[in-house]
Each structure stands twice: as structure tokens, then as C-alpha cells.
């Protein structure tokens, strides 16, 4: 099945620095979700975007769902240990059946 | 809040015996859904429900099977286990029309030997 494109696949950063990652597919999306994955657990939901030009906060993290609806991007400021994980994102197409397509993810290593 | 849970969340089986894996939300939620997650492929869609007794097939469905009988159970078996299955499944759930968003259970690690 299709998988989206993340970049960067992995990526290690200090504490305290910005974070940017971005999704980008050939199909146009209605929805964008991003989740983050810890070892051993399940995705969790940590933002949705329903309008193209949209962006989103919670926390430290912001979203954007692209102009064009075959992007989104991530930006996760002054990073903490904790967010260390693997960052997935995930596209929906209206009368797809609630059907996402799934990101290749995205590794984040934090260094002390 | 219980949210969705999995049970059980380790299991190791034989090849050819049937396991059922147990998914349960307490939401109330319309749509339910199983993805296995495997190293290479990433999430795949193997069933989904979009109500009780309203189930369909997604990418991956051959060698299983569900039943949603109440609303806020979605069982998954595997009739005969292969060890191809061998796999993290999720179990997720969406609250129905107007809402995208699915949130996850925390997952079964199922070993066939």
C-alpha cells in the first residue's frame, strides 16, 4: 500500500533545539494527523488539521497542513528528552472509508 | 477514562492454532480498526467496522477474522496462525462522521512460532 514521505527519516538533536519535519504525498488530503510513537506503545494523536493554510498548536508542538493538501509539516520547539519517539503522519481523503495512509515516520534522538 | 485497551498485550502461539486478540473502548466510538505494524511496512489496515454487525475488509485481511457484535468490542482472530503474522497489532477507534481522528490502542506483540 501507499506510504507517505517523511523527512528526515532520523534525526538526533541537542536539548533545546527546534525540531521541523515534514509529509508530503502525490495525492491531495482533506485531513492531516500527526502522531508519535513510543517503544513498546501505541500512536498517540498529538494534532489534526482539517483546512489547507491551517496551523495548529498544542504545547510545544505546531502543525500545518499544506496549500496545496499534499503536505504538512511539524515543528516541535525546544526540545525535552520526552519527545524522544518516532513521529508518524497520516493522511485521510473524505469518502475513503476513514482509510489513513500512514508516513514512513520519523526517528527523533535527543541529546542531552 | 479506560479509552481503548488490548488485551492481551504479549502472546506467543504455534503455528496453527487460532488466537483471538480482544480490543475494547470505551468512547462510544462508530468506527473501529486493526493494523499490524511491521518493520519495513509500517502501519497496514487489516479490518474495519463502521458500526456493530458492519465490518470490511482493508489492505491486509487474508488469514483473519472479526465480528463486531457490540459496539464497543472488535475482536480479531487468526484461524490458523502462520508465522507471517507474527506482528504488533493496534486496535483503534474514530468517533464517526464529522470527526477524523483515530486514537490507538496500545498494541498486542504476537509471536508464532
Known amino acids: 500500500g501507499q506510504q507517505l514521505n517523511q523527512s528526515p527519516q532520523s534525526m538526533f538533536i541537542q536539548e533545546g533545539e527546534d525540531v521541523s519535519m515534514n509529509c508530503t504525498s502525490s495525492?491531495?488530503?482533506?485531513?492531516w494527523l500527526w502522531y508519535k510513537q513510543d517503544p513498546g506503545e501505541g500512536p498517540v494523536l498529538l494534532i489534526a488539521l482539517y483546512k489547507a493554510g491551517e496551523l495548529t498548536s498544542n504545547g510545544r508542538l505546531t502543525a500545518q497542513f499544506g496549500i496545496t493538501r499534499k503536505d504538512s509539516f511539524l515543528n516541535i520547539s525546544a526540545s525535552i528528552p520526552s519527545d524522544v519517539g518516532i513521529y508518524f503522519c497520516a493522511g485521510l481523503l473524505t469518502g475513503t472509508a476513514s482509510k489513513l495512509t500512514f508516513g514512513t515516520g520519523t526517528r527523533l534522538q535527543v541529546t542531552l | 477514562d479506560a479509552g481503548i485497551t488490548q488485551s492481551p498485550r504479549y502472546k506467543i502461539t504455534e503455528t496453527g492454532r487460532q488466537v483471538t486478540l480482544m480490543c475494547h473502548q470505551t468512547w462510544s466510538h462508530s468506527y473501529m480498526f486493526w493494523y499490524r505494524q511491521d518493520l519495513g511496512h509500517g502501519l497496514r489496515l487489516i479490518y474495519y467496522s463502521a458500526a456493530a454487525d458492519i465490518t470490511d475488509k482493508g489492505e491486509v485481511p487474508d488469514g483473519y477474522v472479526v465480528s463486531r457484535s457490540k459496539t464497543e468490542n472488535f475482536p480479531l482472530t487468526l484461524e490458523s496462525a502462520t508465522r507471517s503474522q507474527t506482528s504488533v497489532y493496534f486496535c483503534?477507534?474514530?468517533?464517526?462522521?464529522?470527526?477524523?481522528?483515530?486514537?490507538f490502542g496500545p498494541g498486542t506483540r504476537l509471536t508464532v512460532t
Open positions: 495525492s491531495i488530503f482533506n485531513t
Open positions: 483503534a477507534s474514530r468517533r464517526g462522521p464529522g470527526s477524523d481522528e483515530q486514537y
